[in-house]
């Protein structure tokens, strides 16, 4: 099939780490409300989260990108957030997509995946996907 080779140029060229956020450690204490409020931001993994030194997730697999992303060879970006319960991805949502709606259901199918050897229990992680052509 002609998208064979299409899956595997896009597995060697454009695939996508997928992980938490770098586990740093806590982020420093907000200045102010509007700086609470930013780093609160659906986009970044909460403070306890990133505390929580979880395992990162494992790549996007080529094989998880749509049809209609591999023929048009389209590059974009999923966030999903999720709590990890028991070292388990629950309550996932997709809270920042481009091209909206492109790549959600794939990387809500793969965020669901995630599992945590060290079986923690912390809320407000953030997932960023990325597909690249």
Not at 18 to 30: E, H, K, L, R, V
Not at 68 to 97: E, T
Not at 106 to 126: F, I, M, N, Q, S
Request: glycine share 8%; with cysteine; aromatic share 4%.
């Amino acid at each position: 099939m002609k998208h064979t080779a299409t899956l595997s140029a896009a597995c060697l060229l454009a695939l996508a780490g997928c992980a938490t956020p770098p586990a740093g450690g806590p982020a420093p204490a907000a200045a102010s409300p509007a700086a609470a409020a930013a780093a609160a931001s659906p986009l970044h993994s909460s403070p306890e989260c990133l505390a929580a030194r979880l395992k990162p997730s494992d790549p996007f697999p080529a094989s998880a990108i749509p049809e209609a992303a591999l023929a048009r060879r389209q590059s974009g970006w999923v966030a999903v957030r999720y709590d990890v319960v028991g070292g388990v991805a629950r309550n996932l949502v997709v809270v920042g997509s481009t091209p909206p709606g492109l790549y959600d259901a794939a990387a809500l199918e793969h965020a669901a995946r995630y599992r945590d050897p060290g079986k923690a229990t912390v809320g407000g992680c953030v997932m960023h996907i990325d597909v690249r052509f």
